[in-house]
């Protein structure tokens, strides 16, 4: 079994003096982020003693290396295929071919393989060192993930029938292990290739790889290639049999055919036909599959996990998929034993020892990012490969990968709707991190607070869409700006917020003389029912419009039901009489008998109102305050008594009216 290793904490150095003198503070940013200082708390709260230096704010993040430009192209394109996977059957394990499955994970590695171009791209153009070392560090991790997956499609993903594993490792070797095309590219620049030091490494790497007609081209540019010894070994080459599923040929006769070629591979040496040429001779060796040749080669393949493909190709290539764990310590030993596994030969080794869970755990240790495990354990879910036990903190491991990957991207300006897709997909606890999380979005900007507000309507977050409402809408009436306000209000449904910006609308309209933002009050529709005051308000403007389009009746009437509703604040009631007088006193009689008794009693009511509060009115405070509003308790009387002059004028004219109707 692969060995188990614990993790150390990683210290980062910052460069700074005062930290070391006074000590480190730090405060949390936003998302995986600290801003580091230098000082030493005081027992005043929240006050800290700095150095006489100026002082440096380190920002120290971690898990970004998804914010990247080129990793959030990954992140996005990555993203789709999720979506995709998740609208897939699970399947059962078993050794049935799984195509659909076998494709989204070759859709992973594209894209995948895509961003590693582009950072190997941006790394040629770049021209600071700093930034081309990180692009280095970027690429050294997309390599090895591309590795590690490819090996564990091979092993979970594409399992064919009957377990044959060799020819997709052969293939895993082209793809991931270049070493003999560089060594033939290099050969290729000599006048003679075979006196580059490189012409015989390119023959061991591509006989090693399985690549034996490239093996071929090879041995065909050598000056000595019409030779009997050059002769012999072509043919040998040429005749090694290749199991694939796809010829029609059993396993058994394929192994009875490839052991008849081996023992001519061990006669052709023994007879001695290659004595004239020692690396003839070699690659004849690794033809009958010779342990020591193997171990001479180290140096050609680059790690054990090559050789051991190398190996089994010349020694059992007929192994089956479980088996391989049984030929991997011959391997290791060659390269120096256990001692010497980094932390890419743990992983590999505990794929193929088919212990997923030490190559999820190993990952999560030694890779800097959550991608690649949240993705990979999502599609060994639906493969069935992968046991959703419970983990001791209540979720499954899929769904813990999942929310440690979206919270990553939850802290970034635009991949935070990302996150919110992979929280959508883990049943248990994405709800609540994602609610938590939505909170904490920035709302920079009013588009950006629209996005965050849709993302809450669509999954029904309705206390979530409140606070986002109810903060911009805060927002909006600190800059001034009551219109938005008033909408941002209305998508909350708050009531008390709509009833006092109702009243600063009004009380614009007292101060002004009209109202802002018109659009949006003569659009209010349903909701103005939101409160009575807002509904006041909208009304109130219906009666300016019907006023202003000639409908001087329905205006009245509407202008009435304001006051008998007792939907307008007191303090409005004497705007409202006072805008009755136009309609008092038209050539036509509008207000009916009826109609200028209510006008009356609303009159009344508000005088008798006024000398309560006239009578309550005690105290010197209060004096000082009617001394300093006297001009306007005047203006306010002359309209009482112009009020009362035009009813009864009204009153007189509707009376005549109605009786000579009646006539």
Not at 312 to 330: E, R
Not at 405 to 411: A, I, K
Not at 412 to 435: K, M, N
């Amino acid at each position: 079994m692969a060995t188990e290793r614990e993790s150390e904490a990683r210290i980062l150095h910052l460069p700074d003096n005062n930290l070391h003198a006074l000590g480190a503070r730090a405060t949390w940013g936003i998302g995986n982020k600290l801003y580091v200082f230098a000082g030493k708390e005081t027992p005043q709260r929240d006050e800290t003693v700095g150095g006489a230096s100026p002082q440096i704010i380190h920002e120290v993040r971690w898990n970004a290396d998804m914010h990247d430009p080129i990793t959030r192209k990954l992140v996005n394109e990555s993203h789709n295929i999720f979506m995709t996977v998740q609208t897939h059957q699970p399947e059962t394990a078993g050794t049935t071919r799984k195509p659909q499955l076998v494709k989204f994970s070759r859709q992973y590695r594209s894209v995948l393989k895509a961003c590693v171009m582009d950072f190997q791209a941006a790394k040629e153009s770049c021209l600071g060192e700093a930034i081309s070392a990180s692009y280095d560090k970027q690429l050294q991790i997309l390599e090895m993930i591309e590795l590690i997956w490819s090996l564990c499609e091979i092993l979970f993903v594409e399992t064919l029938p009957g377990g044959v594993i060799l020819i997709q490792l052969l293939d895993w070797l082209k793809w991931h292990f270049q070493a003999g095309d560089r060594h033939a590219h290099e050969a290729m620049q000599e006048d003679s290739p075979e006196e580059s030091h490189s012409y015989w490494d390119a023959v061991y790497c591509f006989v090693l790889q399985g690549r034996l007609e490239e093996a071929r081209k090879m041995l065909s540019l050598h000056s000595a290639r019409n030779t009997g010894d050059f002769v012999s070994l072509d043919e040998l080459l040429r005749k090694m049999p290749i199991f694939t599923y796809f010829t029609g040929q059993s396993l058994a006769e394929f192994d009875m055919k490839w052991r008849h070629w081996q023992e001519e591979c061990v006669h052709r040496l023994e007879d001695g036909e290659y004595d004239n040429n020692v690396h003839l001779e070699r690659i004849c060796k690794i033809l009958c599959g010779d342990d020591t040749v193997f171990s001479e080669l180290q140096d050609i393949g680059e790690a054990w996990y090559q050789m051991l493909v190398s190996k089994l190709l010349y020694q059992n290539p007929t192994v089956k998929v479980f088996d391989l764990q049984y030929h991997t310590q011959s391997c290791i030993d060659i390269y120096g034993g256990n001692s010497q596994l980094s932390p890419l030969d743990n992983i590999l080794l505990a794929a193929i020892e088919f212990d997923i869970h030490q190559v999820i755990k190993e990952s999560s240790t030694h890779l800097s990012n959550w991608w690649f495990v949240a993705h990979l354990t999502d599609l060994l879910h639906h493969c069935g490969q992968l046991e959703s036990h419970k983990l001791s903190f209540g979720s499954n491991l899929r769904e813990y990968l999942l929310l440690e990957y979206s919270s990553g991207l939850m802290s970034h300006d635009s991949l935070w709707q990302v996150g919110a897709s992979y929280l959508d997909h883990c049943p248990e606890f994405g709800r609540h991190y994602l609610e938590h999380y939505i909170e904490r979005v920035p709302l920079t900007t009013d588009k950006k607070a629209q996005k965050v507000l849709r993302v809450c309507e669509v999954r029904d977050m309705h206390e979530q869409a409140r606070s986002i409402c109810k903060v911009m809408g805060m927002r909006a009436l600190q800059n001034g700006r009551l219109g938005t306000a008033l909408s941002w209000c209305l998508k909350s449904k708050d009531v008390a917020f709509a009833t006092y910006l109702s009243e600063k609308f009004l009380t614009e309209y007292s101060d002004s003389g009209g109202f802002s933002n018109l659009d949006l009050i003569d659009n209010l529709g349903p909701s103005m029912l939101l409160s009575n005051r807002l509904t006041f308000l909208g009304k109130y403007r219906e009666f300016h419009k019907m006023y202003e389009d000639g409908d001087f009746r329905a205006a009245a009437s509407l202008l009435l039901s304001l006051l008998t509703a007792k939907l307008a604040p007191k303090k409005f009631w004497l705007t409202l009489l006072t805008d009755t007088l136009p309609l008092l006193e038209a050539d036509e009689v509008i207000f009916s008998s009826q109609q200028t008794y209510e006008l009356m009693h609303c009159l009344e009511e508000l005088n008798l109102a006024e000398r309560l509060d006239h009578d309550l009115d005690l105290g010197a405070a209060r004096d000082r305050q009617k001394e300093k509003t006297k001009g306007l308790s005047e203006m306010d009387k002359e309209k009482l008594d112009l009020m009362r002059l035009a009813l009864a004028r009204n009153l007189a004219r509707a009376t005549v009216k109605e009786g000579t109707l009646q006539i």
